[in-house]
């Protein structure tokens, strides 16, 4: 059975930093053929792409609304995918999902979301 596990969200100020990690067990392929992605969703609205990673720890690319803030990573040793988030808004409060696909939707997977609250 394919699992994504996020973990790492919470509650944190404006101007603070984060890091989110994805756990991937249960692959049918290696960990590092997967393309990874985090997306987020806010309340009330769309779950929205934020960044990606490439398999084999190939280019990376974000929505220009976290560029320079954030930034992924991924261990293929650990199977674990990261996201390091700076600088944090209140703007980027919102389940914060973990996708990792392999040519189509035949292989791709989601994790269940972590919760990434940034209030004063």
């Known amino acids: 059975q394919v699992q994504l596990v996020e973990s790492g969200g919470g509650l944190v100020q404006p101007g603070s930093s984060l890091r989110l990690s994805c756990a991937a067990s249960?692959?049918?392929?290696?960990?590092?053929?997967?393309?990874i992605r985090w997306y987020r969703q806010a309340p009330g609205k769309e779950r929205e792409w934020v960044a990606g990673?490439?398999?084999?720890?190939?280019?990376?690319n974000y929505a220009d609304f976290v560029k320079g803030r954030f930034a992924i990573s991924r261990d293929n040793a650990k199977n674990t995918a990261y996201l390091q988030m700076y600088s944090l808004k209140s703007e980027d409060t919102a389940v914060y999902y973990c996708?990792?696909?392999?040519?189509?939707?035949?292989?791709?997977?989601w994790g269940q979301g972590t919760q990434v609250t940034v209030s004063s």
């Open positions: 996708n990792a696909m392999y040519g189509g939707p035949d292989r791709e997977y």
């Open positions: 249960g692959l049918t392929l290696a960990f590092r053929m997967y393309a």
């Open positions: 990673v490439a398999s084999f720890g190939g280019p990376t």
